[in-house]
């Protein structure tokens, strides 16, 4: 079973569309998190919920808006994209929100903007 | 979140030892270091963490200075599938703390 899963790996849509990528951990995690990796390779944190609550939410424009149904699941929404989103994107969860706990990693969903 | 500092690149032979540094001289005394790496089209993987003592596992061994403000990975045998990005990271016991990236070090590991 695979601990962090996100879904979809891959998605090419057009300028101007909306799009969701989903996040699922079966870890059993009370935090989760958003992270985006662009073509310099540097990775950024977007946002963390604990326990269904948002607890970092760094600079992203507003048209990226996260939803946590519950703590097992974060899914990205992003409206409107721009070319500039066009990166990959890591879904990580973690037992807690601090110091010691491990973090495990999506595989990542690739977006490609054209 | 406090900063580490790290080499760009390193290269290592296949099977033989690879000491990986990090500094973190402004590390405050509630920073764990944790250390990941991301193999080619991958998700970052967490490799080893700790807080004063040196820590082995299965994967590697962290050393850590007396005085904290450095460490190194200790990977024992480099194999092949070891060439990844690894990144040292800070991480506060603090509620919320994040979990950031720097540019880690790129390990090549020749056959």
């Known amino acids: 079973d695979t601990a962090v899963s996100q879904t979809p790996k891959y998605l090419v849509t057009q300028m101007g569309n909306d799009k969701s990528i989903k996040c699922e951990q079966n870890?059993?995690?009370?935090?989760m998190y958003w992270y985006k990796q662009d073509s310099k390779k540097f990775l950024k944190i977007m946002f963390s919920?604990?326990?269904?609550?948002?607890?970092i939410n760094e600079t992203v424009p507003n048209r990226f808006s996260p939803k946590s149904p519950d703590k097992a699941h974060l899914n990205l929404h992003i409206n409107s994209l721009e070319l500039g989103d066009s990166a990959v994107y890591f879904c990580?969860?973690?037992?807690?929100?601090?110091?010691?706990?491990?973090?495990?990693f999506g595989q990542g969903t690739r977006l490609t903007v054209v | 979140d406090a900063k580490t500092t790290q080499p760009n690149s390193m290269e290592s032979n296949e099977e033989e030892p690879v000491h990986l540094p990090c500094n973190h001289s402004?590390?405050?005394?509630?920073?764990?270091i944790h250390w990941y790496r991301q193999l080619p089209s991958q998700g970052p993987e967490y490799v080893i963490h700790?807080?004063?003592s040196n820590v082995n596992n299965r994967m590697a061994s962290l050393a850590i200075a007396e005085d904290r403000k450095s460490s190194t990975l200790i990977l024992h045998r480099a194999t092949l599938r070891d060439a990844a990005v690894y990144y040292c990271?800070?991480?506060?016991?603090?509620?919320?703390?994040?979990?950031?990236f720097g540019k880690g070090i790129t390990l090549s590991v020749r056959p």
């Open positions: 990580a969860s973690t037992q807690r929100s601090w110091g010691e706990t491990e973090a495990f």
């Open positions: 870890l059993g995690h009370d935090t």
């Open positions: 919920y604990n326990n269904k609550e948002l607890i």
């Open positions: 402004t590390i405050s005394g509630t920073d764990y």
């Open positions: 700790g807080l004063t």
């Open positions: 990271i800070l991480r506060s016991s603090g509620a919320n703390s994040k979990l950031t």
